[in-house]
Structure formats: C-alpha cells, structure tokens
C-alpha cells in the first residue's frame, strides 16, 4: 500500500519501516477497537499525510527544479520480447494511470489504494482514515470522476483498450 500511496520505491519503504516502528512504540496503547490491520493502515495514512505535507513545504522553499528531476523513476520499460505495440500500450496506459491516481487530491487517493488495491471494505477504509463510510463513499465517487477526466482523452482516442 505504501508504494501504491508514494509511487516511489525508496520512500514507500521508508513509509513502511517508519509505520512499523510507530507500531511498535504504541503497542501498549492499542485499545482493540479495531483491528490490528486497520490500525497499521491508519498509522500508515497519518504517515503519508505528513510526508505529503513535508514535500509541499520543501517545494514551496525550493526556486528551480530541472525537468528530468520530476521524471525519475515514473516510465517503466516493456518487456522487448513481448509485443512491443502493445507492451508500450499498456505501459503507456499504467503509466498514465499510475499518474493520475497520484495526482488525485490525498483523501481521494488513499480511498482508491484502499479500495481499489488492498481490497478493504468501506468500513475498514473509514476506520483506517478516521472518517465514515459516508465519507468514503463520497471520496471514492469523486474519486473515479477525477480519474475519467484525467484519462478521457487517451480513452476517447482508442487506446488503453
């Protein structure tokens, strides 16, 4: 989940190790109210906020970026003995949508992962984010209307079928 919220290897291990110790150190103040792995979850979420919060300072601090800075890391090569039109398609395509899940505002992103990637039920998405199912349910729809705008036009023009 880390890796799906980060999109990068390096800090998605970092997120996961820091959740891990964090756990560790509030063991003895787990009540039980919910589960063990939604407790992770949560821990994991808060974590991601504060990393999501700490990148938006330090880019507001930083004056330049070289463009190849933003880029690092975010294509992934196919496969050359497979199809190589449709690896690049498909490719193409996850790429996109890797990208757009990334680019959803942070509640909405956590839902889809939740959802989407990891299976949760709603409930266990709302005991994990500390919000309600309601909430959830709300995040997720805006959530899928901000990934069909972010993919209509590469949809509309055939591709990523």
Known sequence: MALKLTGDEDEAAELTQETFVRAYKAWGRFRGEAGTYTWLYRILVNLNKDRISAIAKQRERETSLTPTE???????????????????????????????????PEGYRECVVLKAMEGLSYQEIADAMGITVEAVRSRLARARQHLRQALES???????N
């Not at 590469?154 to 990523?160: K, M, R, W």
């Open 154 to 160: 590469y949809l509309s023009a055939g591709n990523g």
């Open 70 to 104: 933003d880029l690092e890391g975010q294509h992934e090569l196919p496969d050359p003995s497979a199809d190589v039109a449709g690896a690049l398609e498909q490719a193409d395509f996850q790429a996109r949508l890797r990208q757009a899940i990334l680019d959803l």
